[in-house]
């Protein structure tokens, strides 16, 4: 807490609120502290030990891609919990994100937020019904980049053998190429960073290695079925989004919210041995993608990663890193708007590895329940708009479900829930179209 106040040349205080995980920064110091069981709050970083820290040599002007301002998307048709494919790409799926007046136009909204970008899960390798393509081409068409997510949890489920992904992912990729991922020998132009797993720092409940060694095979098969397919690269990505779990390296070097997780990969391209793995890729071209694609990312529910990773991401340039989740749990519209302002800056200084970040989430979990309702920019209305195609996977059986209507209403949850949609286009210069809602 105290580094994030202290990165902030504006916060004067700080308050975190142990319950729900999240940060106030505060623009003064107020008088007549009590003791709570609920908060921890303080002051910065003194001065005299900010101006201690060594000075740096200037960056040179490294990172030129536009700033990453994405919303991430999983909008499953259910009001309560239900069992329903997680694939969004599918056809089926298209009454939610497809044009109007077929479709609930999702992507549409996104783009009259102001975003340009979609962060997605489950898009590669849980096998959804029908052609992917269509979801990427209307993307395209609205001038959307696409982030697409493998199927994490193949890779507990019986994919990796050993946590050994390389025969799944590449398996994976091929299908993916052949649903509407490959156009003309590349990657579809609206693809721009592939993740290969989100949150994969949990697999280490299944061994000190397990999230490395999946990693690396995973990485390993994706190269393989771009190179059999004959697939360009092109300017597409790959990425793990982390959890901001704190952890040390495998290696000892570093510790903290998500660092050591990068440290791990870098060690493990340099030498996969380390967690017992031979590449089927010649080890140059996994460390030529490695230095020319890959991206750093960490998932966060709370305001400062900025502020931390400008103290301890220096050591893995000039590889760039993103927020693959940033779900502000908490704050008030007038906060969110401010550090979104503070991302999209820093995001577009050229001389920063920050990328930007995608805002947790477009539609509230329903099907979670408890505390992950607290996140989503809309929820859903009682009126219905339509119906879904079939959809299903190779996990579950055909069905087709109701589409509702879209609402800012906070629907029972936290009024902070209210403030996000209009937060987030004030800082993206964007608009919400009441048009498309209920």
Request: contains cysteine.
């Amino acid at each position: 807490m105290r580094w994030a106040c202290a990165a902030d040349l504006a916060c004067k205080s700080y308050t975190f609120v142990t319950a729900r995980g999240s940060c106030y920064l505060k623009r003064e110091v107020r008088p007549g502290w009590t003791r709570s069981t609920c908060c921890v709050s303080g002051l910065p970083l003194c001065s005299s030990s900010q101006q201690s820290q060594p000075t740096l040599a200037p960056r040179p002007k490294t990172y030129t891609s536009p700033a990453i301002r994405g919303v991430a998307y999983a909008p499953l048709p259910c009001l309560a919990g239900c069992r329903v494919s997680e694939d969004i790409l599918q056809e089926g799926y298209g009454a939610l994100w497809g044009a109007a007046p077929a479709g609930r136009d999702d992507l549409a909204v996104i783009k009259d937020l102001g975003a340009n970008t979609v962060r997605l899960y489950h898009s590669i390798g849980l096998g959804g019904r029908g052609f992917h393509g269509h979801f990427l081409d209307r993307a395209q068409a609205l001038g959307l980049d696409v982030m697409p997510g493998y199927h994490t949890y193949n890779a507990i489920y019986g994919g990796c053998p050993h946590f050994d992904c390389y025969d799944a992912w590449k398996s994976y990729t091929l299908k993916a190429f052949d649903s509407g991922f490959k156009i003309e020998g590349g990657w579809h132009s609206a693809a721009s960073v592939l993740l290969l797993f989100n949150e994969l720092d949990f697999f280490r409940a299944h061994g000190r290695t397990a999230h490395l060694k999946s990693a690396l095979s995973a990485l390993d098969g994706v190269l393989a079925a771009e190179q059999e397919a004959g697939v360009q690269p092109g300017r597409v990505r790959l990425s793990i989004a982390w959890s901001n779990s704190p952890g040390e390296s495998l290696d000892g070097k570093v510790k903290g919210f998500a660092v050591w997780a990068f440290q791990d990969i870098v060690a493990g391209v340099a030498d996969p041995s380390i967690v017992g793995y031979t590449p089927r890729t010649p080890q140059a071209l996994i460390q030529e993608a490695f230095a020319r694609r890959w991206a750093h990312s960490i998932n966060v529910q709370t305001p400062g990663i900025t502020g931390y990773m400008a103290e301890h991401y220096r050591r893995f340039e000039p590889i760039p890193w993103f927020i693959g989740e940033y779900g502000a749990n908490g704050l008030p519209g007038d906060l969110i708007k401010a550090e979104l302002d503070s991302m999209d800056e820093l995001a577009r200084d050229e001389t920063d590895p920050f990328m930007g970040s995608a805002f947790f989430q477009f539609q509230t979990a329903y099907f979670k329940g408890g505390s992950e309702m607290n996140f989503g920019l809309f929820r859903l209305g009682e009126r219905e708009v339509g119906q879904t195609g079939e959809i299903c996977d190779k996990g579950h059986s055909c069905k087709r479900m109701p589409v509702h209507c879209l609402t800012t209403d906070t629907d029972g949850l936290p009024e902070f829930v209210n403030e996000r949609p209009s937060a987030v286009a004030a800082a993206w210069g964007g608009a919400i179209n009441t048009s498309r809602l209920c």
